[in-house]
C-alpha cells in the first residue's frame, strides 16, 4: 500500500486569505476566533502571522500585482525606498519596526514630492482604508453576549462587516462609506433601493474588499463622488489617492486619478485613517447604538433582550452613516501629520477620545443589567 495515499491533504490557503487573516489580526482579533471562521488551526494562523513578520506580506503583495508589462512604478519607488533604508542601517540587529519608522519616515518625503509634482492641494489628496466590524457584538461581560450562547435569534459574535472608508486631506470630505455584508439582500433591506442607503452596500460570501470589489468601489463610486466634489468646489479633477499595499489593492490606472501605494509595514505609522480615524469612526458607533438601545427601553418599553433582538443590518448602515458624520473636520485634517505634516493646520486638534470613552461609559451605566454596570473603556476595546 502506497502510504502516500493515506496523508492529509495538504490545505491550500489563498493570499487573499492570507492578506485578510494578517489584516483582522492587526485589527486585534485572535488566532482562536480566526480559526473556527477560516477553518484552519490555531498553529496555522500563528504561522501565517510570523511569516508575516519576516516579510511575507511583501512577498503576497508583488505576487498578486506581478504583471511585468504595467507593473506599478509608484510601489516600486515606495518599495525602493523601504529596501534602501533597510540596507543602510549600521544595527544589523535592530527590529522590524524601527526599520518601519526609518521607511515611513522617508517616504513622507516621497510623497509630498510626488503631491508637489503634481499640483494637489489637500482637497484633492484622499486616502482609503478598509476595517471590519462586529456590529453586533457586546462585550462578553454582558447580558447579551452570555445570552447568545443559549437563546435563539443571537449570532452577534458572526456578524461581521467590512467598511472602505475614504476622505480628503484637508478634512472637509469623507466620502460615502463602502459596506461589504455576506448577504444582498438581508431580511432588513426587503423593500429598500439598495441606491438611497447613506452606505454603498455590496456583498459576498466572506464580507471581505477583494480586488474587484476595490475596482468596482474605485470606478462607480470614487470616481464619480470626487468628481463631483471637484465640480462643487471649483477644482480641476486632478485627484490623488493613497492606500496601503494590500494584494487587495491593484494598480489603477485613470486619466484624472493616481493611486499610490503605501510601503510595506509602515502602514500603522503614516496612514492617515490609521492615525485615529477607524477607531473614533467605531466609538462614534457604538456611541449612537448605546443611545438607540436606550430610546427603545425608554418609549418602547421593551426589555434589553427585545431591543437586541430587533437591531438589523439597517439599523447599523444608519449608525455607521451617522459615525462618519460625527467625526470633525479638524480631526480627519489632523491625522495627516505623518504622511503629509504641511497640509495640517493644527497637529494638536485631534478628536477628545477620553471624553467620547466617558460619554460611552455613562451610556452603558444608564442601560444598567449585568455588564453594563460595570462598563470600562477595557470593554469598549473589546467591542471595537
Sequence with gaps: MNKG?????????SL???????????????STTLGKEFGLGEST???????????????LFIVSHWKPEIFCKQWLVSRIFITTCTSQSEDKGRSCASADETAAKNYSKVLVKIIEDGGYCPDQVFNADE??????KMPSRTFIAKSEKTASGFKATKDRVTFLLCSNASGARMLKP????????PRALKGKNIAELPVHFMANKKAWVTKAVFITWFNDCFVPEVKQYMIDMGLPFNILLIVDNAPVHPCIEHPNVKVVFLPPNTTSLI????????????KHYVKLTFRYILEKLGNDG?????VWKKFSILDCINHAAAAITE?????????WKAAWPECVINRSATENTSMLTAEIVTLAYDIGGDGFNSFSENDLVEMI
Design 16 to 30: 487573499e486569505t492570507k492578506t485578510m487573516i494578517l489584516k483582522r489580526i492587526a485589527e486585534g482579533e485572535g
Design 178 to 185: 463602502l459596506m461589504l455584508n455576506r448577504s444582498l439582500h
Design 271 to 282: 496612514q492617515p485613517l490609521d492615525q485615529g480615524i477607524i477607531a473614533c469612526f467605531k
Design 131 to 136: 476595517t471590519g466590524l462586529f456590529w453586533k
Design 302 to 306: 421593551m426589555t434589553l433582550t427585545e
Design 45 to 59: 494562523i500563528r504561522g501565517i502571522q510570523k511569516r508575516a513578520g519576516e516579510g511575507f506580506r511583501a512577498v
Design 5 to 13: 495515499k493515506n496523508r492529509a491533504k495538504k490545505k491550500i490557503i
Design 327 to 335: 467625526i470633525k473636520q479638524h480631526t480627519l485634517n489632523a491625522c
